[in-house]
């Protein structure tokens, strides 16, 4: 790899390109980069400041009682959608149809 491909060199590389006009194939040319090293510091850079921080909340859940549960799916005409765990944990949750 030539001295201008080194990691601090490409990273100056990338936000010049995109603020030009050049394709990346035509702008690797005029610089004397090899397309496959740009692409590959280009892909680098993209996921190094992209991971997005996803914010947790809190859901409400409203817990009943099985007794609870079969009346309100019978008065109510809705229907079940349930998850059963490979350990035996169970989780019904009450779909309005």
Not at 8 to 19: E, G, L, R, T, Y
Not at 35 to 47: D, M, W
Not at 64 to 82: H, Q
Request: glycine fraction near 4%; proline fraction near 4%; charge should be positive.
């Amino acid at each position: 790899m030539s001295p201008s491909q080194n990691k601090s060199a490409m990273q100056d590389h990338i936000p010049q390109w995109q603020a030009s006009s050049l394709t990346q194939v035509e702008y690797c040319k005029a610089h004397d980069i090899k397309p496959h090293i740009f692409s590959y510091y280009k892909k680098q850079f993209s996921s190094a400041t992209s991971s997005v921080k996803q914010s947790s909340q809190l859901v409400p859940v409203k817990l009943v009682t099985e007794d609870t549960l079969i009346g309100s799916r019978l008065s109510a005409g809705l229907s079940v959608i349930k998850r059963t765990h490979s350990n035996g944990f169970s989780l019904e949750i009450l779909a309005d149809t």
